[in-house]
């Protein structure tokens, strides 16, 4: 097993560093060739990406399985998200990465669009008059914008990533399916709520959450139900599990390592955790998984 490598930049870049205001774009093609088409499981703590895979096909790696697509298809990946690729030789298409801190800056009141935001999400079902074709263009505007220096860019580049944003909503939303959408200002906190539990971890409780986001318990709670079908206590073990299984299947850390890094106070106590919601000890999960 090997340790899952953390980029605070692009993939491959140890030592690269992102702002606020990180914005960069690039054909899919370039890097991936360069890394012979296969590009490792990793994350990006700060990092949102999103990757248009034209043509060609690719093996999808996640935190909890391997997919595999045939062109055209969307990929967006938000921070902390476990992500590797596989592509075949003639895959094209284009990958726009961007701070977590400018995508909540270009929705600071459009919270309707933190169910998106929040997984990683694959779109394959393409409709009029949402096409592919449409996706390549916004993506190509924005790349075509970045690199020239014309009045008021920064401004243009918002508006461009801001219909981008859209676009890719209403096809997710399409092929969701979704029916009734929570209200939107459910949706706000529901996703404050996500950012914050990827931060702390299991070092504040559910009540300590809440306060952080001015409401009662009983309301975060009520908010994670009407958005996601589970209480928040549920969501908050739930990613702490994919977390615990990410760092046992792809690391070489130590169970100790481990619950340090998941901000556990004490080992044991991690490990009861583990074997109260997967029946097995992180040691037995570990040698029961075929090497990666």
């Not at 690729?85 to 977590?100: K, M, Q």
């Not at 009540?207 to 958005?227: F, M, N, S, W, Y």
Request: aromatic share 12%; proline share 5%.
């Amino acid at each position: 097993m090997q340790r899952i490598t953390q980029f605070d930049g692009l993939y491959g870049q140890a030592d690269a560093r992102s702002d606020a205001e990180y914005l960069f774009s690039e054909l899919l093609e370039t890097r991936s060739r360069s890394f012979d088409w296969v590009i490792q499981p990793h994350m990006h703590a700060r990092l949102f990406q999103v990757f248009f895979i034209e043509t060609g096909r690719v093996t999808f790696q996640d935190a909890t399985q391997q997919r595999d697509f045939t062109a055209p298809v969307v990929l967006l990946i938000p921070p902390t998200a476990l992500h590797g690729f596989v592509y075949s030789p003639d895959a094209t298409g284009r990958i726009l990465t961007l701070s977590d801190a400018l995508v909540d800056k270009l929705f600071p009141a459009l919270p309707a669009l933190a169910p998106m935001f929040g997984a990683v999400q694959c779109l394959t079902r393409f409709a009029e008059p949402y096409s592919p074709d449409q996706v390549r263009e916004l993506l190509a505007v924005i790349d075509k914008e970045m690199f020239d220096n014309q009045p008021e860019k920064r401004l243009m580049l918002h508006i461009c990533l801001q219909r981008l944003f859209l676009v890719l909503f209403r096809i997710w939303q399409h092929t969701e399916a979704l029916g009734a959408m929570p209200n939107t200002a459910a949706l706000h906190y529901f996703r404050k709520f996500q950012q914050r539990v990827r931060q702390v971890g299991t070092t504040h409780s559910i009540a300590q959450l809440a306060d952080e986001l001015a409401i009662t318990p009983v309301h975060l709670t009520r908010i994670c139900q009407e958005v996601a079908g589970k209480s928040a206590s549920q969501l908050v073990q739930e990613h702490i599990l994919d977390e615990a299984r990410n760092y046992l299947l792809h690391t070489t850390y130590s169970v100790s390592e481990i619950a340090y890094l998941l901000h556990f106070e004490y080992p044991n106590y991690f490990a009861k955790f583990f074997r109260k919601h997967t029946g097995m000890s992180p040691t037995e999960f570990r040698e029961k998984q075929p090497a990666s």
